[in-house]
């Protein structure tokens, strides 16, 4: 059979089949609608779910503009650093098994780590408490980067990915400051594979897609085939300023990176559909109560635009007042949210196939909320 790209951007629905939807929203399709259009993104998917189960969702626009395939439900988005939460969440079922212990230094696991890394713990990780750098525009991503852009070179082994960053210079002292960063997440990957005996991905898939029901959640490699995988878009003023003079104006396909570095970080895809029903299994049994207060428990201050931090997940309030859990994400050629609204049991998310867009995902939540209240 000739190779057709699009059918499998079309092949989707066989993997993640929405399943029945209850009567449709009108304030939330208007709600949709306004959000496509304020923005610049060819996709969008949204969907909200309670522990019961899926409750709404919506898809519009062009998962593919060059072949022109409409956005299906069943279309599978980057999850940028919502991935951090997917991670945090097996790391609390790691840890109720005693596979892993937060406070221990991670030396435990990884013994010929440098000095400055030989007291951090997995808590100081998640919490973006270990002094670790996040990326660098020149270091890791720009066209000039020494090694090329990390998302361009092979990583045969985990040691090369703990190159980009494991001998660099600490922000701050472990435990000392909440400083945002990527390659802390990474570092923790590294422990909780070498904890389990289990790639990553694997890992995840064991420890949230199969008992949460998550079919379509899986690593964004580039390499494989991933049927109903939307193409992703980025501003190509994003491609100049990084080095790039062939970038035109307008939209650019966006680089197809191999996420080896960051699984754990920003490495993830899945349907809207299965990130809110992800958000929502949160709220009911397949969470024990020590994991969820785990996960939930505020651990630092607010720090500048940083709300206080639970396991990963923020962990604050909308402007009406109503308590929410919630951590977004964008990445060259998507950009996706999840909040979680325990008082009222809902989970709202959506995704886009555009780096950034939109700029603002928690006001559409809030709206989303007011129509499912």
């Known amino acids: 059979m000739p190779f057709d790209r699009r059918q499998l951007l079309l092949g989707g629905a ?45 898809a519009l626009g062009k998962a593919d503009l060059q072949l022109d395939v409409a956005t299906t439900p069943a279309h599978r988005f980057g999850l940028g650093s919502v991935s951090k939460v997917v991670t945090t969440t097996a790391a609390a079922r790691l840890v109720s098994r005693g596979v892993i212990d937060l406070d221990a230094p991670i030396t435990r696991w990884l013994p010929d780590l440098p000095d400055q890394h030989r007291q951090t713990t997995l808590r100081q990780l998640f919490t973006h ?17 020494p090694g090329g ?21 600490l922000i701050a002292p472990p435990g000392t400051k909440v400083a ?76 197809r990176d ?26 009911d049994s397949k969470i024990t109560k020590a994991e969820r207060a785990l996960l939930f428990t505020p651990m630092t201050e607010k720090t500048g635009a940083m709300p206080p931090l ?9 402007e009406k007042g109503r308590p929410r859990w919630h951590h977004a994400g964008s990445d060259e050629g998507s950009r996706a949210s999840l909040v979680i609204y325990p008082e009222l049991g809902l989970s709202i998310a959506f995704a886009t196939n555009l780096f950034a867009s939109p700029g603002n995902v928690l006001k559409p939540s809030s709206d989303l909320a007011d129509a499912f209240a």
């Not at 191999?258 to 709220?283: C, E, Q, V």
């Open 149 to 169: 852009p990390i998302g361009q070179r092979a990583y045969p082994s985990n040691r090369e990915i703990l190159d980009i960053f494991i001998n660099d210079p």
């Open 258 to 283: 191999n996420p080896a570095y960051k699984w754990a970080a920003g490495g993830l895809i899945m349907t809207p559909s299965d990130i809110a029903r992800f958000g929502a299994a949160h709220l």
């Open 14 to 58: 066989a993997l993640a089949a929405t399943p029945a939807l209850a009567a449709e929203n009108k304030t939330a399709d208007a709600i949709a609608q306004q959000l496509l259009a304020t923005n610049t993104a060819p996709a969008l998917s949204l969907a909200v779910a309670r522990p019961s189960g899926l409750v709404w969702a919506k």
């Open 129 to 145: 408490r270990a002094g670790i750098r996040h990326y660098d525009l020149q270091r890791d991503l720009g066209a000039k980067a």
């Open 310 to 318: 639970g396991l990963g997940w923020r962990i604050d309030a909308d």
């Open 180 to 255: 945002y960063s990527s390659h802390g997440y990474t570092l923790a990957s590294i422990v909780m594979e070498t904890a389990a005996k289990q790639p990553f991905v694997d890992l995840l898939k064991a420890e949230v897609g199969v008992p949460f029901g998550l079919a379509s959640l899986d690593g964004d490699d580039s390499f494989a085939i991933k049927p109903g995988r939307v193409a992703g878009y980025t501003d190509a003023k994003l491609y100049k300023s990084l080095g790039y003079p062939l970038a035109q104006e307008g939209l650019a396909n966006a680089r």
